[in-house]
């Protein structure tokens, strides 16, 4: 009983499993999808449904298809838990995120200009101090 259950969900793929139709070596679907990716799958045909799934799939030149695919997941799975904003809110965190970093480099460039600046007066009060009391000293 156990093997039969196993042997059946690796011969189906996640798409096939889910809309209960007999998968086989010429399933489009099971390349991308396969029995273990199966939330991935149910979050793609939720947000896309199948057959735009697949027509976008397509449209892209077969090498790039499983980062396409990869992209799909992610907008899916976020579109999912965000109905509202999806990706975009996402990306407004990340871009908060890059604008606070980018003000504290900023204020890292500064701190690191006063203190090269600091340290050259310093080296320059030194070499007047040393030609000072090189002139003081007696012979
Ligand atoms: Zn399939």
Known sequence: MKGTTAANTASSCA????????CDQSCFLAHYFPASKSQDYLSCH???GTYNL???IKSVQEHER?????TLV????MRVSNPVHGCLMMQRVLQAQIDEHLEELDAVKKKVFLFESLHSQIELLDDQLI???LAVVPE
């Not at 798409?15 to 007999?22: D, E, G, N, P, T």
């Not at 499983?66 to 990869?70: G, P, S």
Request: a positive charge; aromatic letters at 8%; proline letters at 0%.
């Open 15 to 22: 798409a096939c499993k889910y809309l209960r139709r007999r």
């Open 74 to 77: 992610l907008e899916a799975r």
């Open 66 to 70: 499983h980062e396409a695919v990869a």
């Open 131 to 133: 030609n000072t009391s």
């Open 54 to 56: 697949v027509k976008m």
């Open 46 to 48: 939720r947000v896309f």
